[in-house]
């Protein structure tokens, strides 16, 4: 009797080892999704030339690699604490949780796609300034986590009950909707919000993928190939939330009887991720603030002056023009303006600098900033946004 009761018993370090296996599973899938990050817009640029099959492997690809943006790496862990850290403690509702894993995989990538397709549809209608008040997000989006990780680590969390049992818009959604328990109504918008927060917090680097992937189809003519990577791209992103959310829930599970610890170390990762969505703002989108970099970059008016643009046309594309030619043992000047953001803002032209040192250039979105380039000798020079996702080449001459 004793000896039965000790086997269904889970002893402390097999709950330590799942829990152990389940984070190290979770870390390589990480890994393995940025560094498909660093080279989805190198196959991203031959997209034109792709047939369809290929071009709709690549949105999977490139689902895959949008989640595991630069851009979402602070907000992964945050999001694997409030995905995973609910699963149901009894037998009961064990199951339904577990039934429930598909439906909040889907409508966490359904608010993410959503918010790439308006984002999407806005600037194809109204032009990429749409995107410089888009950034405005980033910073939101970082607030309304700062209040979160305050109101969990204060043990006011029943605050935000009382804001959605006041909110209009809720007691007449949940007035038309009899269908439904209103938690789980309550539990389905949140999971939706949530995609939406986590699709306006990463869009910076993700964007790009998501517009490359949707235009080339589009540029040709067929809308039902478009629909079809967008698609695509979505059941990539719901199939890593799936994964993850099994993986982050063993974990959890494994460490339930640390629950408070937990609580607790869920507060300060969305702590942190208000933190560093509020600074990656204030550093990239913010105002110029180097004020010596232009200053360092003037040259001349009589030197040949190039431009340089970073989501100016519906090609699918981010840069324009992909190829530049200038003149051989000349300083040229080269006008970078960045109408999209992505790639961590960054643009690297390899071995053009002074001495053939590679240069790099930070362009925060709306801004216009010009570089000095040189090239010694004939040839073909490349260059590269930052984590080398798209590039172009320069040709001297």
Not at 12 to 32: C, D, N, P
Not at 62 to 67: N, Q
Not at 189 to 197: E, I, K, P
């Amino acid at each position: 009797m004793d000896h039965n009761l000790k086997d269904a018993m889970p002893s402390g370090s097999s709950s330590w080892m799942t829990a152990a296996v389940a984070l190290i599973t979770l870390f390589i899938l990480g890994a393995g999704g940025y560094f498909l990050y660093l080279y989805a817009g190198t196959i991203l640029q031959h997209g034109p030339s792709m047939p369809a099959w290929l071009l709709l492997l690549l949105a999977l690809v490139g689902g895959a690699a949008s989640f595991f943006s630069p851009c979402s790496i602070a907000i992964t862990p945050a999001f694997l604490a409030y995905l995973s850290g609910g699963s149901a403690s009894s037998k009961e509702t064990a199951e339904p949780s577990r039934r429930s894993l598909f439906t909040t995989a889907g409508l966490v990538a359904l608010g993410i796609i959503a918010f790439y397709a308006v984002a999407g549809a806005l600037i194809g209608a109204l032009g990429n300034v749409v995107y410089n008040y888009l950034i405005y997000f980033i910073p939101a989006v970082g607030a309304v986590f700062l209040l979160l990780g305050a109101l969990i680590l204060s043990r006011r969390s029943d605050v935000l009950a009382f804001a959605e049992r006041c909110n209009p818009a809720n007691r007449f959604y949940e007035r038309h909707e009899a269908v439904r328990p209103s938690t789980q109504v309550r539990s389905k918008r949140t999971l939706l919000s949530f995609g939406l927060a986590y699709g306006a917090a990463s869009h910076t680097c993700s964007l790009p993928i998501f517009l490359g992937i949707m235009l080339i189809p589009l540029v040709a003519g067929n809308y039902l190939l478009a629909a079809l990577s967008v698609l695509f791209y979505g059941s990539a992103i719901a199939l890593l939330i799936l994964v993850m959310t099994i993986l982050g829930r063993k974990a959890f599970t494994s460490l339930r009887h640390i629950g408070p610890w937990l609580m607790r170390a869920t507060a300060f990762l969305f702590l942190g991720t208000g933190i560093f969505l509020i600074y990656y703002f204030t550093q990239n989108f913010g105002p110029y603030r180097d004020s010596g970099t232009l200053a360092k970059t003037a040259i001349a008016r009589s030197e040949p002056t190039f431009q340089l643009t970073e989501g100016g046309g519906a090609t699918g594309y981010p840069y324009m023009p992909r190829t530049i030619v200038i003149p051989t043992d000349q300083p040229v000047r080269l006008a970078i303006t960045d109408h999209i953001g992505g790639c961590l803002l960054q643009t690297i032209f390899e071995g053009l600098g002074s001495g053939g040192r590679d240069v790099q250039i930070t362009v925060p979105v709306g801004k216009t900033v010009t570089i000095s380039l040189y090239a010694p000798h004939s040839g073909v020079y490349q260059y590269h946004c930052g984590g080398n996702m798209y590039s172009g080449t320069i040709i001297a001459k």
